[in-house]
């Protein structure tokens, strides 16, 4: 109930329900995602760390989208900004 999927195709949740989501917590999946970038002189690789969840608690993921989003805009907010709709930060899985 508290995955991101499910919060982007259901917009009519009552109270209960998004109290209900906020109590469960964010979705924050231990995914592996990498991307390597070819630089004129080298290769750079840029990895995601799941500590960033540490530092931003309202941050979560969808797996599925494989895409950043504000918890608590998904649970909270019937607006449709880039941070509820688009996600931000898409990954290659590597």
Not at 5 to 30: A, C, Q, V
């Amino acid at each position: 109930m508290n995955s991101v999927d499910f919060l982007l195709t259901n917009k009519d949740i009552t109270y209960e329900i998004r109290t209900e989501i906020k109590r469960l917590g964010r979705p924050i999946p231990d995914l592996i995602i990498s991307k390597t970038d070819v630089g004129k002189s080298r290769n750079y690789s840029r990895n995601f760390n799941s500590n960033v969840y540490d530092r931003f608690k309202w941050l979560c993921e969808c797996p599925k989208r494989n895409k950043l989003f504000c918890f608590i805009c998904l649970v909270m907010s019937g607006n449709q900004s880039a941070w509820t709709q688009e996600g931000r930060i898409k990954f290659p899985i590597g």
